[in-house]
């Protein structure tokens, strides 16, 4: 994939901090390399997307080789009974304490097995507009 010049998504959950969970579809693998390959990157949400500090799940897609020891060290994670992700991967959800999300997102990703994980970095993001009512907020992010 080359350059875009804007990509734009929604999210499942905005923090107040930037941060954002995205993939309750399953394609936040996907999503993530669209985001990142954009010079812009927008989400638009209504309201009850925002969150005071982000929540579990955290989807994740995994490989299916070794799934039983990616699983145990991701406890509490449980499988989506959904079809793979479009790139062979299973889909789950990450059930524990998100805390630092910075700090989960990269045990996440340093975890063997998982091929991608539905947190969103705040640098990733350049504005994000939430519908309230019949206004929309804008928030640039970077």
């Given at each position: 994939m080359g350059q875009l010049d804007l990509a734009i998504d929604g999210a499942d959950q905005i923090s107040a901090?930037?941060?954002?969970?995205?993939?309750?579809?399953?394609?936040?693998?996907?999503?993530?390399?669209?985001?990142?390959?954009?010079?812009?990157?927008?989400?638009?949400?209504?309201s009850s997307k925002l969150v005071d500090t982000l929540h579990p799940?955290?989807?994740?897609?995994?490989?299916a080789f070794g799934i039983d020891a990616t699983l145990r060290h991701l406890s509490p994670t449980t499988l989506r009974d959904v079809p793979p992700s479009p790139d062979g991967g299973l889909i789950a959800d990450?059930?524990?304490?998100?805390?630092?999300?910075?700090?989960?997102?990269?045990w996440l990703a340093d975890t063997p097995g998982?091929?991608?994980?539905?947190?969103?970095?705040?640098?990733?993001?350049?504005?994000?507009?939430?519908?309230?009512?019949?206004t929309v907020q804008r928030s640039t992010r970077r």
């Amino acid at each position: 994939m080359g350059q875009l010049d804007l990509a734009i998504d929604g999210a499942d959950q905005i923090s107040a901090d930037g941060w954002l969970i995205k993939g309750g579809g399953g394609a936040h693998t996907r999503e993530k390399i669209v985001a990142a390959s954009a010079q812009r990157f927008v989400v638009i949400a209504d309201s009850s997307k925002l969150v005071d500090t982000l929540h579990p799940p955290v989807p994740l897609e995994l490989l299916a080789f070794g799934i039983d020891a990616t699983l145990r060290h991701l406890s509490p994670t449980t499988l989506r009974d959904v079809p793979p992700s479009p790139d062979g991967g299973l889909i789950a959800d990450y059930h524990g304490d998100v805390g630092d999300p910075e700090q989960l997102a990269r045990w996440l990703a340093d975890t063997p097995g998982v091929l991608g994980h539905g947190l969103f970095n705040p640098q990733m993001v350049s504005d994000v507009l939430i519908g309230v009512g019949g206004t929309v907020q804008r928030s640039t992010r970077r």
